[in-house]
């Protein structure tokens, strides 16, 4: 029995916070969550088919400069959802938080994230939908008085998201971050052009490399690829290319266990693998 325990809880430490909200969403569930591929038999925590599992080749945190956290609201029942990227945020970054998105009933546990003194809040959104009073930083992201930047993703369907951005006031008070995907990578800012050319990334701009879901909209992105975004947005351009490499394993590997034409990265592993033994050898 003490060794079941231990067991459990050795697994309890390697979760982080999307972990532990998958579980809790779970517990609240009277039924099992019928996701696409439902029969998959998978990972408790990348959320992938056991065969095709990352969690062994997962970023290792300790090893992770950043003064940077993402506090995700996550819509429900996005974080039952094997396709959510979100986790793969929080497997990057050490400061990591996720919740439960309600209209109406009060989270302490948030707000006091939120009113931390050492954090600056930004939303990340689109600047279409701020109005003309509030602050909006499109291009590098700085904090005052020797604060920490904490990025407030809202996790869901692009329709989710607005609605979350619309109906939840205790955001209101902080400055958004916004980018124009269309012309955030140029030739003589991003290096990530040259990785294009030479196809380690597919390019973030008119078509977003997350082929699991699909979108309506031609420049919709996935919550991990926004994060980069935002990383490269406060000087984090190392997280931010490690982000969009693990992004890219989890695209591909989740693909090998549906129905379809796996349209991932298929060097993505190789790439992923060659950029972490670059680091070690710095």
Not at 163 to 189: A, G, I, N, Q, T
Not at 227 to 235: H, I, K, N, P, S
Request: glycine content about 4%; overall charge positive.
């Amino acid at each position: 029995m003490l060794s079941l325990l231990s067991l459990f809880l050795s697994i309890y430490l390697c979760m982080h916070a999307v972990h532990r909200l998958h579980q809790f969403r779970k517990s609240l569930s009277t039924t099992t969550y019928k996701a696409r591929g439902q029969r998959v038999i998978r990972c408790d925590l990348c959320r992938l088919a056991r065969a095709y599992c990352i969690c062994a080749i997962a970023p290792e945190q300790d090893s992770i400069s950043t003064k940077t956290g993402f506090l995700l609201l996550m819509y429900d029942t996005e974080v039952l959802k094997p396709s959510n990227t979100g986790k793969l945020i929080a497997d990057l970054i050490p400061d990591t938080f996720a919740f439960l998105w309600s209209r109406t009933t009060r989270n302490d546990e948030l707000l006091a994230v939120l009113n931390d003194e050492k954090w600056q809040p930004f939303v990340v959104f689109p600047k279409e939908y701020a109005d003309e009073n509030r602050q909006v930083h499109t291009g590098k992201v700085v904090c005052n008085g020797g604060k920490r930047p904490l990025f407030i993703m809202l996790d869901g369907s692009w329709r989710e998201a607005k609605k979350m951005f619309r109906k939840s006031p205790y955001l209101d008070r902080f400055p958004l971050v916004s980018f124009d995907p269309k012309l955030f990578l140029s030739e003589d800012e991003q290096p990530n052009k040259v990785l294009m050319k030479e196809g380690m990334l597919t390019p973030v701009g008119e078509n977003s490399r997350y082929t699991v879901r699909k979108t309506a909209l031609e420049h919709q992105f996935s919550t991990a690829e926004v994060a980069a975004r935002v990383l490269e947005m406060t000087g984090e351009k190392d997280n931010a290319h490690l982000l969009d490499l693990w992004f890219d394993v989890f695209n591909y590997q989740y693909q090998k266990s549906v129905c379809q034409r796996n349209k991932g990265n298929v060097n993505a592993l190789e790439n992923y693998q060659a950029f972490l033994n670059e680091k070690e050898c710095k």
